[in-house]
């Protein structure tokens, strides 16, 4: 097994999705969005606790200090930006991304301040846990690493986010100066991952305006960090198909010139296919793109053009390009200097002192996740993959007892089959909502003699098509000379994910007798084991099928 053409193919697959689009019924794609986050049921809305710990009066607005529990346990820390005057004012959520200073980054301060200036109450909502954020204005550190790979089982961290928000505006609510009937979202990068998702499963949100985010998988299906990567959200279709799930409700996509992860040329492809859905509709005028001078950021330019846009969608004002700043503050990464912010070490903005920031973390509410599964029935041959669709699969000639090896252990025998669990790109594969010894079985299932009928006439490569394959299948100590008519009979497997490997293959071919080094009780494995190639994307969601 060549990890290069497995993860090629695995990209590939991710692009083919994006462009068939969701998979799901469409009364059905929204539960399919909370099922992938975690969050099918939602959780229970117990008491917030919500206290209001201090005001910091400003020229024109003031900030209120807030937390609250989204969870029991689970300590949230927000600013809501309120402009003077009586209200009720009009809401826009704002989830921050991966700034260094969450809510008092000063890009961020800035569009607090610019949104309560234009008459908006503004709630900048502290991501939960850590990323690049580890530093003492961190108010929910404790919660744990983004970069978690054991939460994919059954909830994840935009799961997480987007419940802190919805609860955020539960919150306010319940405030006769807020104006609930009126509300917006908007966050850039992974605050722009939380718009979309809070966006499209809650309806109360009026409109949104993701910034740097909701690009087309089709263009670029890569994105570094990790809490990113949604398990099985690829069933739900590309970025646009979550997006349009709230159609005709307005969304303003907010892109930067020059950005590799997040490209203009994604952007303007979700545009597109937004256009389209809308154009059926006959909202059409609801969608806009405003692509912007620069890199990945949050700019002046780019808040005067959200702005402009809620402006319009939630006072009901002229259509507009941009808004011009009331008062000119940063302009992100091309003017970083702290103009007409506070610095970011500046106390008063702090919302909790360091010894009241007590709250559960992400693996205790794993561990709750995990002891109330959600079963849904796990069919093998439903979730065979066509992956000859996107590469080309080895035709495997078998011996009567085949063995397969993780990296990591010794070979049972001189004729295993390798398994590369290191060099397999598993961010592709959580998007898909396939563990990798899931992958590795479909695989085996499609190269063993006796697979799947006319799978060979569909791309199946034999060991003679060519000197580069016979190659790689010399060097990966593939095959025997034994008779590729014949189908093994037994599978030795050696190693945790060669184990679970030959447990998904003895699904797909129940004859099989299977020798594993390692024996399985459940998804929870995973976790104790602490190997990620383990972890079944969405193994809340699937019973124990073995």
Same mark, same amino acid.
């Given at each position: ?38 969050? *099918? ?5 117990? /008491? @917030?606790?919500?206290? %209001?710990? #201090?005001?910091?009066?400003? $020229?024109?607005? +003031? ?81 744990? *690493? ?5 939460? /994919? @089982?059954?909830?994840? %961290?935009? #799961?997480?986010?987007?419940? $802190?928000?919805? +609860? ?379």
């Amino acid at each position: 097994m060549d990890a290069v053409t497995i993860n090629k193919m695995l990209e590939a697959r991710v692009k083919d999705l994006a462009q068939r689009g969701p998979s799901v019924k469409p009364e059905d794609r929204k539960k399919a969005v909370m099922r992938s986050l975690g969050l *099918d049921p939602l959780p229970a809305r117990t /008491n @917030l606790k919500a206290v %209001v710990t #201090g005001i910091v009066k400003r $020229d024109g607005y +003031r900030i209120e200090k807030i937390r609250y529990e989204s969870i029991p346990g689970l300590l949230v820390t927000a600013h809501l930006y309120i402009p003077n005057g009586k209200g009720p004012f009009p809401v826009i959520l704002n989830p921050h991304g991966h700034w260094q200073h969450k809510k008092v980054e000063p890009a961020v301060q800035a569009r607090g301040i610019s949104l309560a200036l234009e008459g908006f109450a503004a709630l900048i909502v502290d991501s939960p846990g850590v990323s690049w954020d580890r530093n003492d204005q961190n108010e929910r550190l404790n919660i744990g *690493d983004h970069n978690d790979w054991f939460l /994919n @089982l059954g909830l994840c %961290v935009q #799961g997480v986010y987007a419940w $802190d928000l919805m +609860r955020g505006l539960d919150y306010l609510e319940s405030r006769s100066d807020m104006d609930c009937k009126r509300v917006g979202i908007t966050g850039t990068s992974g605050g722009g991952t939380a718009t979309l998702y809070t966006f499209a499963i809650d309806e109360r949100i009026s409109c949104a305006a993701p910034a740097c985010y909701a690009t087309s998988m089709e263009i670029v299906p890569h994105n570094g960090c990790l809490c990113n990567h949604v398990p099985g959200i690829m069933s739900s279709g590309d970025r646009s198909d979550i997006l349009a799930i709230r159609a005709p409700a307005p969304i303003c996509l907010i892109g930067a010139t020059v950005d590799a992860e997040f490209p203009m040329e994604g952007h303007q492809r979700s545009y597109e296919k937004l256009k389209a859905i809308y154009k059926s509709k006959k909202a059409e005028s609801n969608v806009r793109l405003e692509l912007v001078e620069g890199g990945h950021d949050y700019s002046r330019r780019m808040r005067e053009a959200m702005v402009a846009f809620f402006r319009e969608h939630l006072l009901g004002e002229a259509r507009r390009g941009y808004v011009p700043e009331k008062r000119p503050m940063t302009d992100g990464n091309g003017n970083p200097f702290q103009v007409g912010t506070a610095p970011v070490t500046d106390p008063r903005l702090m919302v909790t002192p360091w010894f009241d920031r007590q709250t559960k973390s992400f693996r205790d509410l794993l561990y709750e996740a995990m002891s109330k599964p959600q079963p849904s029935p796990y069919i093998a041959s439903e979730r065979l993959v066509g992956w000859a669709r996107h590469g080309r699969v080895d035709k495997i000639n078998s011996v009567e007892n085949l063995s397969i090896h993780d990296q990591t252990v010794a070979a049972p025998s001189a004729y295993s089959i390798l398994l590369p669990i290191e060099d397999i790109d598993q961010r592709l594969c959580i998007y898909l909502g396939i563990s990798i010894p899931e992958l590795f079985a479909q695989l085996l299932h499609y190269g063993l003699p006796c697979g799947p009928e006319g799978w060979e006439s569909s791309g199946v490569a034999t060991l003679a098509s060519d000197p580069l394959t016979s190659m790689i299948a010399s060097v990966k100590t593939l095959v025997s000379s034994a008779s590729p008519e014949v189908a093994p009979t037994k599978l030795i497997a050696a190693g945790e994910v060669a184990s679970m490997t030959a447990m998904f293959l003895k699904l797909l071919r129940p004859s099989l007798e299977i020798e594993t080094s390692h024996a399985f009780g459940g998804w929870e494995d995973a976790l104790s084991l602490k190997i990620r190639q383990l972890v079944q994307p969405g193994g809340r969601y699937l019973q124990w099928p073995f």
